[in-house]
């Protein structure tokens, strides 16, 4: 079974791994933000808005 993601088709679990890796990417940058001397919090509820979309679309791939 192949699934589109991104308008790229791939397999359940390439997408799995492509989300997982985008979630971890994003912890990276909010980790990275709010390091910096004076972290930009709009920046931050952007990344943690996107983090939080991939999980949830992990979650229900999981729930599948």
Known sequence: ISFYYGGIEMSLGDMVDTLTSKHHA??????????????DEIEIASLKKQKLRIKDELASIDAE
């Not at 994003?26 to 972290?39: M, T």
């Open 26 to 39: 994003l912890e990276e940058a909010i980790e990275n933000e709010n390091n910096r001397p004076h972290p």
